[in-house]
């Protein structure tokens, strides 16, 4: 506000900077007129944000408008007033200045410097840029020139010097536009020519940079490496593809170049130019080749990487079935032998299959050493290791193979022998056990369940015993490493069998003797029951009461003294007295005088039974003869009788 409204511009001399100081003040002014809008949309924002501040934004918002537009007002007014104050020496010294401005530019149009590269030129199109601005600008000024001379015409004061101000200004002013122009044109070719110099120089770096890559002899270590080395050439085709256009253009221009360009130009930088393009067209065909030529290295590289990789994870299969083949781990029974057995068939599948890997890896070794790959022998020496870690492996197996069947052999014979020794010791609890009966009936069940028993097992047993026995030869004759084991296993088998036959027959000869043992005194008791229920009959038995009953009962004795005799006929008290005598012989101690004892008791009572037969004979005998005799006396009287009733009757007359 204090510089619009100084009004110090009475002395001439200096009215025509404080023109230009207010012209400059203006245009800074309408430069900051944007800032008061910014403002405003700001204090907008804030009263939607916060309405509470509305009045307040208002109020300095409506004092800044006022403020501003008094400042344009007073602005518009001193320029009105600087211009009004001295029109006529303004206008000499608006054009002295424009005058001396452009004779300054004049000379500079005429200079020859047209840059050396392409950063001086860029830096001369700069300032020309500049120049041709400032040429706007004054155009302005001229074009106010023109206004003022205008207005001055109307004062009449001056009129054929201000005229001639404004036309000489003016006549310069146009003359520079052509040597403007020109210059431009000029430095643009320049530019063009130093651009397409750098451009060629890029191409023919780039192409460098990018040739140890196509030219390079690493085709890597392994195959992650080789295929990464692919990528990348891969990658660097298809750069060089996508580059191929640039390079294209590039040679167009350099050959299409216009002869006005070429005529600008000398002749050595032309033929050194030719030479740059001729450098890049070959550069780049090498390139290209190389490329090509190391895409088919890497290739190969990889084909045999790949085959190495292949063979390695062949080898490790193989090295991991061969820890599985090689492994020392026996079967401790036959369900393990069995699992072994079939998890060995699995491997032996398996390893028949991987014959179809072994083969492709094969295939693959014979068509690079047919098509000369440069480690051909190489591939054919890792080729022969596979094979021949293959043939080891399948020889292994089938090795292995025979153990594991040799082992579930062996461990099936074991089991057949565990179990037929299961078998003869649960036989040997029975066969050995010492009940031998309580009583005749008891052991006579026992000596018939024994010899079923011994019947069964002989029979039974036999048949398992030889089975196993001809196992355990044909593994011994077949050279079984566990020879040793076999005949052992063998020989405490037979042992067994021998005790338990051996125990079963001890078994049968003590039933035997207990059976006789238990036979004799049922014998007895039973020979000694028949004595004394004979002997009982006896006892019991009337001597009668008549001849007739006697006769009767001598006749029944006759019939029980057979009976008795056939007791004796029977073998039952001979027959007792027989085992008696036998069993003394076997027996000892208790046993014996049991026996001694019970065929005494048997003896004695025989011998009794044979007396009281004898006295009851004798005793009926005599009754016999005792009733005959009285008979006879009864006969005999009745006799008498008769004969004294007749001689009772002669003797008494009639």
């Known amino acids: 506000m ?11 001399r200096n009215l025509h900077s404080k023109w230009q100081k207010h012209q400059a003040f203006m245009a800074e002014l309408a430069s900051n007129k944007d800032w008061l809008d910014k403002i405003d949309k700001e204090g907008q924002v804030l009263v939607k944000e916060k309405p509470e501040l509305e009045q307040t934004v208002s109020e300095t918002m409506s004092s800044l408008q006022k403020q501003w537009e008094e400042l344009e007002s007073t602005t518009r007014a001193k320029a009105q007033c600087l211009f009004d104050a001295n029109r006529t020496e303004l206008f000499t010294q608006s054009c002295s200045a424009l005058d001396s401005w452009l004779q300054n530019i004049s000379s500079q149009l005429q200079s020859d410097d047209f840059g050396k590269d392409l950063t001086s030129v860029n830096i001369l199109l700069k300032k020309h840029q500049m120049l041709e601005h400032q040429m706007e600008v004054r155009e302005k000024e001229v074009q106010s020139l023109q206004s003022q001379a205008l207005a001055l015409a109307q004062d009449d004061s001056g009129i054929v010097e201000v005229d ?3 036309r000489r200004v003016t006549d310069s002013f146009s003359k520079l536009q052509d040597p403007l122009r020109q210059r431009r044109q000029r430095l643009l070719a320049s530019k063009e020519a130093h651009q397409f110099n750098r451009d060629l120089e890029d191409e023919i770096l780039w192409v460098k940079e990018r040739m140890p890559l196509a030219t390079s002899t690493d085709h890597g270590k392994d195959l992650p490496s080789v295929q990464l080395l692919i990528k990348k050439n891969q990658t660097l085709q298809k750069e060089i593809q996508g580059h191929q256009p640039r390079i294209d253009d590039i040679q167009a221009h350099g050959t299409n170049m216009s002869p006005e360009k070429e005529s600008e130009m000398d002749r050595e930088r032309r033929a050194d130019l030719d030479g740059r393009l001729a450098e890049l067209r070959e550069l780049w065909a090498l390139l290209i080749s190389e490329t090509e030529k190391r895409n088919l290295r890497l290739e190969e590289a990889n084909r045999a990487q790949q085959f190495y990789t292949d063979a390695a994870e062949a080898e490790a299969w193989m090295g991991e079935q061969e820890l599985h083949m090689m492994s020392e781990e026996k079967a401790k029974d036959e369900q393990s032998a069995l699992v072994m057995v079939k998890k060995h068939q699995i491997l032996e599948q398996a390893l028949e299959d991987y014959a179809q890997t072994i083969h492709q890896l094969a295939n693959s070794s014979r068509l690079m050493v047919n098509s000369e790959h440069p480690e051909s022998e190489r591939i054919t020496l890792r080729q022969a290791q596979v094979d021949k870690l293959y043939a080891g492996l399948k020889d292994l197996a089938e090795e292995r193979r025979g153990k594991l069947h040799e082992r579930l052999r062996l461990t099936q014979l074991k089991r057949e022998v565990d179990d037929l020794e299961q078998w003869i010791a649960e036989r040997e609890v029975v066969a050995g056990s010492h009940e031998l009966g309580q009583d005749y009936e008891h052991v006579t069940m026992l000596r018939d369940k024994f010899r079923e028993f011994a019947r069964d097992t002989s029979t039974i047993g036999q048949e398992r015993v030889d089975a196993v026995n001809a196992q355990a030869d044909e593994l011994i004759e077949s050279g079984h490493p566990e020879n040793a084991s076999v005949a052992e296993w063998k020989d405490g088998l037979n042992e067994a069998w021998a005790d338990l036959l051996e125990l079963i027959d001890t078994r049968t000869q003590m039933l035997a003797a207990s059976y006789e043992l238990h036979r004799f005194h049922q014998d007895a008791r039973e020979a000694l029951g028949l004595i004394r229920e004979k002997k009982e009959t006896l006892a019991g038995a009337e001597l009668g009461r008549d001849l007739n009953t006697v006769q009767h009962l001598l006749r029944q004795h006759t019939a029980y003294e057979h009976d008795v005799q056939a007791l004796s006929g029977q073998v039952r008290v001979t027959q007792v ?61 009745l006799w008498m009788e008769g004969i004294n009733l007749q001689i009772q009757s002669h003797d008494s007359p009639r």
């Open 2 to 12: 204090l510089t619009a409204q100084d009004m110090s511009y009475d002395e001439a």
């Open 164 to 166: 001639g101000q404004q």
């Open 577 to 637: 007295q027989d085992d008696a005598a036998r069993l003394q012989k076997a027996y000892a101690g208790e046993k014996a005088d049991d026996i001694h004892r019970h065929e005494r008791a048997v003896t004695e009572a025989w011998e009794g039974l044979q007396s009281a037969t004898q006295a009851r004979r004798l005793l009926l005998l005599d009754t016999v003869e005792k009733f005959r005799f009285l008979n006879m006396v009864r006969d005999l009287m």
